[in-house]
């Protein structure tokens, strides 16, 4: 079907009308976009959507997975390895910076984006960060539904790493995020140019966010949690 170039919520429908009686062949289009973008790999992921419809539509980010579709490990952060993420804007909202936040231990990366909010611009600077991840660290990215992810498909298709939408309007469901960017003003003003501060000092100021002690983690630090996970 999808070679038919039938999209995911098509197919889904399809079945439903083909197998009225047999549950066991239904799929939820969430199933499909976390099959292509996820589970399959290399070629043959590369093969099966290229026969995907463009990810882009006026007014609305197409084929989006909701958070309510998110694992329920990712819920309790008992689980390592799921991001929350967004964007802080300077004067103007003419430059940003990524911010990326790790739930269960609450570890910060900062992300250069150079000179604008384009979806291709975002997602390509918030990936070559993620993928610098071991792959047991990099599960999901949680992000609200700014225009800036429209291209999540192709960025799970690069990373392997499945993106779920908050619902419009609600920043406590990436809280560890929200709150850290209210952290991250001491360093960037608001209306400020943030595309004066390079990687470097990114780097720097994630450095200072993660060497603080969190009641949350037992007065442990972000990068001393971190730096356990990254030593299994």
């Known amino acids: 079907m999808l070679q038919d170039y039938l999209s995911p919520r098509q197919i889904s429908k399809a079945l439903e009308i083909k197998y009225p009686n047999d549950p066991e062949m239904r799929i939820s289009p969430e ?11 290399g070629r043959f992921r590369k093969d099966l959507t290229a026969y995907l ?22 819920e309790d952060r008992a689980v390592p390895g799921h991001w929350e993420g967004d964007l ?10 990524g911010t990326l936040v790790e739930r ?10 150079e000179g604008s909010a384009k979806t291709e611009v975002v997602c ?3 990936a070559e960060k993620i993928t610098e991840l071991p792959e047991h660290l990099k599960l999901s990215l949680t992000w609200d539904q700014g225009k800036e992810m429209t291209d999540h498909a192709s960025f799970s298709v690069k990373t392997g790493v499945p993106v779920f939408f908050c619902e ?12 850290t960017n209210g952290l991250l003003r001491q360093f960037f003003p608001k ?3 943030l595309s004066v501060h390079g990687p470097a000092e990114l780097d720097r100021v994630a ?23 990254l030593l299994r």
Do not use: C
């Open 168 to 179: 419009p309007h609600s920043p406590w469901q990436r809280g560890s995020n929200e709150n």
């Open 88 to 97: 802080i804007a300077g004067k103007g909202n003419r430059s940003f910076i």
């Open 207 to 229: 450095r200072l966010m993660n060497l603080r002690p969190r009641e949350t983690l037992n007065w442990k630090t972000p990068g001393e949690k971190m730096g356990e996970l």
């Open 31 to 41: 199933t499909i976009y976390q099959s292509l973008y996820v589970q399959t790999r």
């Open 53 to 74: 419809r463009s990810q882009r539509k006026r007014g609305k980010i197409k084929d989006m997975v909701m958070i309510s579709e998110r694992p329920a490990e990712v």
């Open 124 to 126: 390509a600077a918030i």
């Open 104 to 113: 269960h231990t609450r570890f910060v990366m900062l992300t250069h984006i």
């Open 191 to 193: 209306g400020t140019d």
